[in-house]
């Protein structure tokens, strides 16, 4: 691995070179310049390290880049990855495959490089083509979502990450990145990736089109009445519905994460089957999809709870 070398006056060396406890400084690049690499570029330059060059096409990218990390280089992926010994890509999964079979091929990576992708659905596997070639690959998935303000870079301080490593150097190494930027390190075997990210997707993704479904049906319940003397007509979020939800789903994510399924409450948990057809009825009546969602989640919460025999036949029917 390379020595040392200096950049905007910071010294700069690789992992393993100096002993002592202070973490080395790494040259770092990123491809690309979207939420989760700006996000984490801005993090690692807080603790010291340097975002040299970054990738960046599209405007927004290119407006990210120069108000995230002003003082990198736009460049090409492959001139990144040349002045890279901490090289990050931080691109869709879709990309991930092309984009390190054509860094192989433009031979821009120098062995050494410790080469870290931000993909929640991959391990190091996908990383092999430039391992062969003396990359050190590292998994890094933060457990988060990014909307692309600043506070994406605020709250890694407070998220988990999903690491997977070739051996516990890699390990070593990706958790001390973490450590730095105040998150917490995540083993994650190679083979458990697609299940690791399933269950993220799972309970992040799925939550928006819930509590989006319920805003709506509670916009619905609630139009054309006045309140205080003002109507109700807003059908954007952030408005009446999303604050009368809002208490109560804080409540019941806390309690879900505190207490698991016996946080559990309402007319599933209690086998109250007049009351669970009847709101099925009512959402159908508003939107058959938003109905047919409900009918899913009460059956597997009906199961879950082991409810009653008549309520889990009742919510089996789809009509």
Do not use: W
Request: with cysteine; hydrophobic share 45%; aromatic share 2%.
């Amino acid at each position: 691995m390379r020595g040392l070398e200096r950049t905007r006056g910071k010294t700069v060396t690789s992992f393993g070179i100096t002993p002592g406890p202070a973490p080395a400084r790494l040259t770092m690049g990123i491809v690309s310049a979207g939420r989760v690499g700006t996000a984490l570029g801005a993090a690692l330059e807080r603790v010291g390290h340097v975002v040299g060059a970054v990738s960046a096409v599209s405007d927004a990218s290119l407006h990210r880049a120069a108000t995230r990390l002003p003082e990198s280089v736009v460049a090409s992926p492959p001139d990144v990855a040349a002045r890279s010994e901490l090289l990050i890509l931080a691109v869709p999964d879709t990309e991930l495959d092309g984009l390190v079979r054509g860094l192989v091929a433009t031979g821009a990576v120098r062995p050494g490089t410790i080469v870290v992708h931000t993909s929640g659905a991959h391990g190091i596997g996908i990383l092999a083509p430039l391992t062969e070639t003396g990359a050190v690959p590292l998994a890094i998935h933060p457990a988060m979502t990014f909307s692309g303000h600043d506070e994406d870079t605020a709250r890694l301080s407070s998220a988990c990450f999903g690491v997977t490593a070739a051996d516990e150097t890699g390990y070593a190494v990706a958790q001390s990145l973490v450590l730095e930027i105040g998150g917490e390190p995540v083993r994650v075997r190679e083979e458990m990736r697609t299940l690791y990210h399933a269950a993220l997707a799972h309970g992040s993704n799925h939550l928006v089109t819930l509590v989006a479904d319920a805003a709506a049906a509670l916009r619905a319940a609630l139009a054309g009445d006045e309140l205080l003397g003002q109507q109700l007509v807003d059908d954007q979020p952030n408005g009446l519905a999303e604050r009368v939800l809002a208490p109560l789903l804080s409540a019941a994510l806390d309690n879900a994460l505190r207490r698991g399924r016996g946080a559990l409450t309402g007319p599933v948990a209690r086998g109250d089957v007049e009351a669970v057809a009847a709101h099925r009825r009512a959402l159908d009546g508003v939107d058959p999809d938003l109905a047919e969602s409900y009918r899913a989640l009460a059956l597997h919460t009906a199961q879950a709870a082991r409810s009653t025999d008549t309520m889990i036949e009742m919510l089996e029917r789809r009509a």
